[in-house]
């Protein structure tokens, strides 16, 4: 399990597996390589340097295959949040975790 934060440093939750989970325990994204799709295989953002979120401006013309999320897990405990990096021209902050439902 792999902690993960948005690019603004807030703390949304975790990678397991090929999974991406809300730190309150919800099944929101998979994983294609770096790349995250939603349930209806649609671009949702990627992962950079190592635990941040970030989304390309525009989204992605590539899709995934869609999915049925899993059963809502046990919260967790999140961690502190960071302080943001610079955003890079073409990008935008991911989505925090209380925006997925």
Same mark, same amino acid.
Not at 5 to 11: A, M, Q, Y
Not at 54 to 83: C, D, E, H, L, M
Not at 84 to 99: H, I, K, N, S, V
């Given at each position: 399990?792999?902690?993960?934060?948005?690019?603004? !440093?807030?703390?949304? !939750?975790?990678?397991?597996?090929?999974?991406?989970?809300? #730190?309150? !325990? *919800?099944?929101? !994204?998979?994983?294609?390589?770096?790349?995250?799709?939603? *349930?209806?295989? $649609?671009?949702?953002? @990627?992962?950079? /340097?190592? /635990?941040?979120?970030? $989304? *390309?401006?525009?989204?992605?013309?590539? *899709?995934?295959?869609?999915?049925?999320?899993? +059963?809502?897990?046990?919260?967790?405990?999140? #961690? +502190? /949040? #960071? +302080?943001g990096?610079?955003? #890079?021209?073409?990008? @935008?902050?991911?989505?925090?975790?209380e925006?997925?439902?």
């Amino acid at each position: 399990m792999d902690w993960l934060w948005t690019w603004s !440093g807030k703390c949304f !939750g975790y990678r397991d597996g090929d999974h991406l989970w809300t #730190y309150d !325990g *919800r099944h929101v !994204g998979r994983f294609s390589g770096d790349t995250i799709y939603d *349930r209806h295989g $649609r671009y949702l953002g @990627e992962v950079m /340097n190592d /635990n941040r979120l970030i $989304r *390309r401006k525009g989204g992605s013309s590539v *899709r995934s295959s869609s999915f049925t999320p899993w +059963a809502k897990r046990a919260a967790y405990a999140k #961690y +502190a /949040n #960071y +302080a943001g990096y610079a955003m #890079y021209a073409g990008y @935008e902050d991911f989505p925090g975790p209380e925006l997925f439902s």
